[in-house]
């Protein structure tokens, strides 16, 4: 309150002071006061502290300024006496008295000590999400979203505006999946091997997520959408500190996390650990319809899937930093998560002749077991040379995971006195990561308003995938050579890059160039095939800031990307949950390159936001999945005739290098506050993407077939939130969201919609909340399409997750509700802070 007090005052008294008699007389002199405010234990700059300047000779007279992101103030006043003080909310006020200003002058490095009764006693009511913009990134700090407590950070980042996640557990930025997912700066073991791996982050655990739609040059190259980056929380805050919640819902689901913080001088200790065991049913059906040379129906198979699965996973995550000096730090830590679940799929198969004839039916029953393990250590070191930021950030990280896959297929054939041999496929992934990086930041120039960054990134990254498939008789496995296999799979990436920025008056400007060295090489042991990749990208960038005011703002930027493969996309090896729809890797893909413009347009009133980005990507070699004919059949003896066999055609999904793409677009975020607590967001994207491209195959009728995946596609998707008060102290959110249709040269997919709402209530004077939350209300996030080959038409539907609940309780220990780190961004009564 004495913060806000201070500003007001200082509002109110300098309009107050132009508006008076003293504004008729002659300018006086005018001086320059300067100087830096930094956290007296760590030397962290205090963005938004407050430099008041008091009149000695008229003490009415009040001005002052507030620092910028680097802790940095510079204020002109009259040439005076002053009395000078420093606030900043939960630090003790630094004063200094009757201070002569009659030249200009540099206060020099001012630092604030915590005020440990005001920490006792405040209570943070900025519980907004708030959102930041920069130069180079969006910046949303994740606040009291009642949507995804008990969540996971997928729950998180679908709630974040211009990102998506499918029912798959896909995520996409501006409807472009292309994204590159860091953990505090960093590639992570939990955004590495799948989905699941980084569904096991709680979303307690997170501090922000930033969005970086066009990266520059200080970022890895990869993802052609852009990053995002998602950063853990760690406090500041003297003490012992954290919070613990639980939850339980419906369907089975229950979970626990515990983030706790232990600081000292000289050290701090910090921990986020998770427990939950989840079990998921979903659901799919495919009808497929195979037609002949003339283009008639020749036969049908419908194909009806149930899916259960369980699964329990620990997360645990370390860290110890020391501080070494007031200049120095080194911290270590480590991640470790451990995995089991268990999968249960049953698909049904009818089929039927060309005049729809029942033929043959049969079950397919799939059990899975999945054991994973991930062990992760990092290193990092960090040197400031000044309080300006020139520091020297070095950065070491090993990361190992290991998974198990061990499938049983079982398949009979209704009405048949015999049952099929029982299939098993067992899959042994090994995944080893190691990372290198030293990064240099270097302000320079007048008041440091230019900076200049230099680094290095070395990648080294080595996967083996052991795939056994064959059959089980008499309780003996019989491998079969023609699907075994072993695929090695190593990848070094060197990386180097500059970057210079600076603000002249009201444009930034940054630029830079960054060079990757990459060498991949892809082995088949068993059948000795090998692939090797070398190419080196130059990737350059640029931004181009312009502040009509602070509540208005331009940007306008370029920069190169590419996207890489992962390990899913060349993972040759098909599943054989079905075995007429395939699905496989391609371990000869190439990486797709995107040269990537953005034009942005901020403006801010006192209780709206609205922004607006116009967005251009132009992509080559762009690699997407298609669906065509393996030339294979699936022979099922036919119960009802003896001797006789259905002939069933494979179909399979996999990768290519298809295509040139251009995607163009709008992203527009408006957020209007009527009042405290009240919020109404939407984002809204709309999209076309413009594909060429052709494939040749042969099918199962051994016809050459050249199609062409020429598209022209609009699609849009948009989210609606709102956060309102009830009564009795209880919030209410509810989050709306729409994929529109899309549609390329194979398959057309429908619009989808889906909708969550949450309760929420404080407990035990505002230390506890109690949440409720309910996602997917209406059971309606499926995804629905109709595919067609040269031979087949097949329409199906997917549904990863059906409808679920769940209800938390979160216990907060020395620690006041929303209360935030120090240098966390201030709400300051918006839901925007532009800098540039």
Do not use: C
Request: glycine residues 6%; charged residues 25%.
């Amino acid at each position: 309150m004495k913060h806000l007090f201070s500003l007001v005052l200082l509002f109110a008294t300098v309009i107050t002071y132009a508006q008076g008699p003293n504004a008729q007389k002659t300018d006086p002199k005018k001086v320059k006061i300067t100087g830096a405010v930094v956290d007296d234990e760590t030397g962290d700059p205090l963005e938004y502290a407050t430099l008041i300047l008091q009149s000695v000779k008229d003490p009415s007279i009040v001005t002052g300024g507030i620092t910028d992101e680097q802790g940095k103030f510079n204020v002109t006043a009259d040439a005076g006496m002053y009395h000078i003080k420093v606030e900043f909310l939960s630090y003790k006020t630094y004063t200094l008295n009757n201070q002569d200003l009659s030249s200009s002058r540099d206060l020099g490095i001012i630092k604030l000590a915590l005020d440990v009764e005001q920490l006792d006693a405040v209570v943070i009511t900025a519980e907004k999400t708030t959102v930041q913009l920069r130069l180079d990134k969006k910046i949303y700090n994740v606040g009291k979203d009642l949507t995804v407590k008990g969540g996971s950070v997928t729950d998180v980042l679908n709630n974040v505006p211009s990102v998506d996640v499918d029912v798959e557990g896909a995520i996409s930025l501006r409807g472009n999946e292309s994204v590159k997912i860091l953990i505090n700066g960093k590639p992570s073991a939990l955004s590495g091997l799948d989905n699941a791996a980084l569904k096991s982050l709680p979303a307690d655990a997170i501090e922000r997520i930033e969005v970086v739609t066009n990266p520059s040059a200080r970022y890895d190259a990869e993802g052609t959408a852009g990053i995002l980056n998602i950063i853990l929380k760690q406090s500041k805050t003297a003490g012992l500190n954290g919070s613990v919640s639980a939850t339980v819902g419906d369907p089975e689901q229950y979970a626990g996390s515990a983030n706790i913080n232990l600081r000292r001088d000289k050290f701090n200790l910090y921990t986020n650990l998770s427990y939950r065991d989840r079990t998921g049913p979903g659901n799919a059906f495919y009808e497929n319809q195979y037609l002949d040379e003339d283009g008639n129906p020749s036969s049908f198979e419908n194909e009806y899937r149930e899916y259960t699965r369980s699964s329990k996973s620990y997360n645990a995550n370390i860290g110890f930093e020391y501080f070494i000096d007031e200049t120095s730090s080194i911290t270590n830590s480590v991640l470790y998560r451990n995995s089991n679940g268990l999968d249960l799929a049953e698909v049904n198969f009818f089929n039927f002749d060309g005049n729809m004839t029942p033929t043959i039916e049969r079950q397919r029953t799939t059990n899975e077991d999945d054991d994973e393990e991930t062990v992760q250590y990092s290193l990092n070191y960090e040197k400031r040379f000044n309080e300006d930021g020139n520091k020297l950030t070095v950065d070491y990280q090993y990361s190992r995971s290991d998974e198990l896959e061990n499938a049983s297929i079982e398949e009979v054939v209704s009405g048949s006195t015999t049952n099929s041999p029982l299939e098993r496929t067992i899959t042994d992934n090994n995944q080893i990561k190691q990372l290198v990086q030293l990064d240099y930041v270097l302000p320079f120039g007048k008041d440091f308003a230019s900076q200049f960054e230099a680094g290095y990134r070395g990648n080294f990254n080595n996967y083996t995938t052991d795939y056994d498939f064959g059959q089980e008789i008499g309780g003996t496995f019989n491998s079969d050579p023609n699907f075994s296999n072993t695929l090695f799979f190593n990848e070094t990436v060197n990386a180097a890059y500059v970057q210079l920025g600076t603000k002249i008056d009201k444009f930034s400007i940054l630029g830079g160039i960054r060079v990757e060295d990459t060498d991949i090489e892809i082995e088949l042991a068993e059948t000795n095939d090998i692939n090797t990749k070398k190419y080196t990208n130059w990737f350059p960038s640029v931004f181009l800031g312009y502040e009509l005011s602070e509540m208005e703002q331009f940007t306008v930027s370029y920069s190169k990307r590419l996207r890489r493969p992962g390990s899913w996309f060349i993972n040759p090896f098909p599943s054989r949950s079905s075995n007429t729809n395939l699905f496989y890797g391609n371990p000869d893909l190439d990486p797709t390159f995107t040269d990537a413009y953005d034009l942005g347009y901020l403006k801010r009133w006192d209780k709206v936001l609205f922004n607006i980005s116009g967005y251009y990507n132009h992509s080559t070699g762009v690699f997407q999945f298609i669906t065509q004919e393996t030339g294979e059949f699936v022979s099922i003896s036919d119960p009802s005739n003896p001797g006789t066999s259905v002939e069933i055609p494979v179909q399979a999904r996999t990768p290519i290098n298809l295509a040139t793409e251009s995607r163009y677009g709008l992203d527009i975020t408006s957020t209007y506050t009527p009042m405290r607590n009240w919020r109404f967001s939407l984002n809204l994207n709309l999209y076309q993407q413009n594909v060429e491209g052709e494939h040749s195959y042969t099918n199962f009728q051994n016809q050459v077939i050249t199609q062409v995946f020429d598209a022209d596609n609009f699609s849009w998707f948009s989210k609606f939130s709102a956060k309102i008060p009830l009564p009795a102290k209880i919030d209410f959110q509810t989050n709306l969201t729409y994929r529109g249709p899309s549609e390329n040269a194979q398959t057309i997919r429908k619009g989808m919609f889906g909708s969550d709402l949450a309760l929420s209530k404080d407990l035990l004077n505002d230390k506890a909340t109690l949440s409720l939350s309910v996602n997917d209300i209406f059971n309606t996030r499926k995804r629905i399409s109709e595919s067609t080959t040269e031979n087949i038409i097949s329409n199906s539907e997917f549904q990863w997750r059906q409808r679920s609940a769940s209800l938390t309780f979160t216990y907060r220990f020395n620690q006041q509700k929303n209360q935030r780190s120090k240098g966390e961004m201030k709400d300051n009564g918006g839901d925007m802070e532009m800098q540039g």
